[in-house]
């Protein structure tokens, strides 16, 4: 009591007593929610006291090369595991990581295939679970202790991806941790497989796990495995996938252990140590090679997968000295009821993958490749949104975050005197593919995706064509499926799968490689529906490079009122093989065709009705006037572009008949292209007049900077802004009540709403 009066006149709280109120607070904690401190952190740890006791004793180069070299081999050992006996598609075809990490929670060597992206997401629950649970009288860590997790907020790319993590004891104490992360598709939401587009805050998001215990003594608990597996659509697959991440970790384990029994824990934490920080040195001393300068560009988001609109992904990026700093201000406000967002570690996982992937191959796959590259961004963004924001469609804008990068550092390469790596124009970046969901033809309820997504076309190098349906933005030695396989468990049939669709192409002096047709239609089930969840049905999601284009828009096409099994067997020859000719020639009397945009909601479909999308094309690369002809003719033989198309585009003259090149006639037509370029162009000074303007046209649903001021970002209109650094809502109106409030005006203008006729 005396101590409390004379606080309250004015004397301060001795020592004792702050640490009371300190461990008053701490004990009363009302909810861990996302920690800032760890989620805005993508640099390594410190080095901690056992780590530098390590080096002193354990630092040979010889051994640190063998013991990093047995931990890979382990890293890809449980990557291949996971992918073999993975029930989930995304753990059949790659879309999976398995690393290993230091006792401080940093990832120091990671499986050589799988999805890289992770690298920059999985230490931040880690992080996590060392600040908040090892201490924890009601948590703790221990031994035989497994963690499981899959919200974003925390760390990871969206709650599709799941993780199994595993601390790793030596004789009671803690060395490293290893882990396990799969995209595992169904988790709860909304809408089945993962990812729904129609979630307007994180509750429709579905199962969100922080960081929790989930296996004690290497065995899975029941009770939480009861309650998870209650909690999604396929319970099944949710246990199975949860042994296969346990049992791929374990393995890793045996592999660390007997490095431990063999050389011993300070060799190991050493390696560890010395690799993350030894990647890190390295990418300081090859960025400090790179020319100092800046460059600007900017990707366009054409949806927020419920309605058109232009959002803007910004992006500078600037080089002095050993720093380089991805600069994102001036990017579109987060969509506060909209599922496209993404938190900064989402982003920066991406923009990993550029160099992981596209620029230093030859690193050790690992947290510290990225470490010393910076990121800005505004508070409250389309690319750093807030904790209540929804963002189980991430890859929107992750994946034109990573183009926007890949974009920039292809011109600091070019620029480059001497060049270790090819530059490369933009790979597609979008998930052109089918979600499904409902009962399948054994009543069992399903949901997840095909891994047609994982099949993008790569960009155009300076030197040759881009590789068709290559690989994914977000990992490396994926695969694109077996349809086949998944036809004994759904009830679809892809009718088209991997046919090159003609004409959507990148073209350039080396165009993109090109992506396939897919037509799905139901057959066995009358509860089966389909989503597709990307952009660029209206504006390409990336840009070609040095005069190469971009790919093309890729719109979603419906054949209703026919039933396609009906059709194959009475009247096959009916029935044709690739968009074009369906929608042109409309074969099926009496159905309807339809096209539009790709961010589709989930849908139930009846039996035979066709959806039909196209995976896109990577970008070109170069000037086409410089394409070689041949190539042109190569693709006309390969059916990857029309006669027409490739004439106009490339101005090649050739026999129609014999496709015979008339080069005279070519030199000819490329000239008088070249001079037609000049006579249509302005002086820069005078093209700026007329194009560039103070703000968006008022018609225009905009989001983001407009021109170089990046202070002042737009919210979907000329006449409503905000302050980049002061955050402000930013909802879309119910695209249902956007349409009731059309027709209501269509039946006033025809005097049908009980008033005058307007």
């Known amino acids: 009591m005396n101590d409390m009066s004379n606080t309250s006149r004015g004397k301060l709280p ?55 070299d047995r931990i890979q081999a382990g890293c890809d050992e449980g990557y291949e595991m996971v992918e073999q006996m993975g029930a989930a598609p995304g753990a059949k075809w790659g879309d999976v990581i ?6 401080s929670g940093d990832l120091a060597i990671a499986s050589a295939g799988g999805v890289l992206i992770f690298s920059a997401l999985v230490h931040h629950p880690i992080k996590f679970i060392i600040k908040n649970w090892i201490n924890d009288p009601t948590v703790g860590v221990r031994e035989g202790d497994g963690f499981i997790h899959n919200d974003s907020r925390y760390g990871n790319v969206h709650n599709t991806d799941q993780s199994m993590i595993l601390p790793i004891f030596h004789r009671g104490k803690l060395v490293c941790w290893v882990a396990s992360t799969v995209h595992e598709g169904e988790n709860g939401a909304i809408e089945p497989g993962g990812m729904p587009s129609m979630a307007e805050s994180p509750s429709d998001e579905g199962l969100k796990m922080s960081p929790f215990r989930v296996v004690e003594n290497y065995q899975i608990k029941r009770d939480i495995l009861t309650f998870l597996q209650n909690s999604v659509r396929e319970p099944k697959l949710q246990y199975e996938d949860m042994k296969v991440k346990l049992f791929a970790c374990l393995r890793i384990k045996q592999r660390i252990e007997e490095t431990l029994n063999a050389d011993g824990p300070e060799a190991l934490i050493s390696t560890l140590r010395l690799t993350m920080e030894n990647v890190r040195a390295e990418v300081k001393r090859r960025i400090s090679e790179w020319p100092d300068m800046t460059v600007r560009t900017y990707i366009i988001q054409d949806s927020t997968l419920r309605e058109n609109c232009v959002v803007k992904i910004n992006c500078k990026l600037t080089k002095t000295g050993d720093r380089l700093i991805f600069d994102f201000r001036g990017s579109a406000p987060e969509f506060t009821n909209r599922a496209t967002n993404t938190i900064v570690a989402g982003l920066k996982g ?21 470490a010393p590259i910076e990121v800005i961004t505004d508070p409250n963004s389309i690319v750093n949104c807030s904790y209540d924001a929804p963002n189980s469609q991430s890859l929107m804008s992750i994946f034109t975050g990573f183009t926007a990068g890949q974009h920039a550092v292809a011109k600091f390469l070019y620029s480059c005197p001497e060049k270790f790596t090819k530059v490369h124009a933009p790979t597609f970046n979008m998930i052109n593919t089918f979600i499904w969901g409902g009962v399948s033809q054994h009543g069992e309820t399903l949901g997840n995706l095909c891994a047609d997504l994982n099949g993008m076309g790569a960009g155009a190098t300076v030197d040759r064509d881009g590789e068709h349906a290559l690989a994914p933005i977000f990992a490396t030695m994926a695969d694109i499926g077996e349809q086949e396989l998944n036809e004994e468990e759904v009830p679809f049939l892809q009718l088209v799968s991997k046919k090159m669709t003609r004409d959507a192409i990148a073209p350039g002096k080396y165009r993109g490689g090109q992506g396939y047709t897919m037509m799905v239609a139901t057959k066995d089930s009358e509860q089966w529906g389909f989503m597709t969840v990307c952009q660029g049905a209206k504006i390409p ?94 693709d006309i033989e ?36 070249r001079r037609a370029r000049i006579a249509r162009s302005t002086p820069y000074a005078e093209f700026v007049k007329t194009w560039s303007k103070p703000t968006p046209p008022s018609h225009l649903q905009y989001f983001g900077a407009w021109g170089d001021d990046v202070s002042t970002l737009y919210m979907g209109g000329a006449d409503k802004t905000r302050d980049a650094d ?33």
Request: charged share 25%; net charge negative.
């Open 14 to 68: 001795s020592a004792e007593e702050i640490s009371l109120i300190q461990k008053f607070l701490n004990d009363t904690t009302l909810f861990l929610g996302p920690d800032p401190e760890i989620m805005q952190n993508h640099d390594l740890m410190p080095r901690s006291a056992d780590e530098e006791v390590a080096i002193s004793k354990a630092s040979d180069a010889h051994t640190i090369a063998k013991i990093r």
């Open 98 to 103: 398995t690393g290993v990490y230091s006792a």
């Open 350 to 370: 991406m923009l990993a993958q550029v160099f992981l992937c596209y620029v230093w191959p030859d690193l050790p796959r690992g947290q510290a490749a990225f």
């Open 541 to 634: 999601p990336l840009q070609g490079l040095f005069g190469g284009y971009a790919c093309g828009a890729y719109p979603l096409s419906k054949v209703k009122g026919v039933d396609v099994y009906d059709v194959l067997l009475n009247t096959p020859e009916k029935f044709k093989h690739s968009i074009e000719e369906i929608m042109n020639d409309q074969p099926f009397e009496g159905a309807s065709y339809t096209t539009h945009h790709m961010g589709m909601g989930f849908e139930i479909s009846k039996r035979g009705e066709l959806f039909m999308i196209s995976q896109g094309a990577g970008a070109g690369y170069g000037d086409l006037l410089e394409r070689d002809p041949s190539g042109v003719i190569k």
């Open 638 to 673: 390969e059916g990857l572009i029309s006669p027409p198309v490739a004439a106009r585009l490339y101005k090649v003259v050739f026999d129609p008949e014999t496709l015979a090149i008339d080069e005279k006639a070519t030199e000819e037509a490329r000239a008088a292209e």
């Open 726 to 758: 002061v955050p402000r809502p930013n909802y879309m109106p119910h695209p249902k009540d956007v349409r009731i409030a059309e027709l209501e005006a269509r039946l006033a203008s025809l005097g049908a709403m009980g008033g005058e006729k307007q």
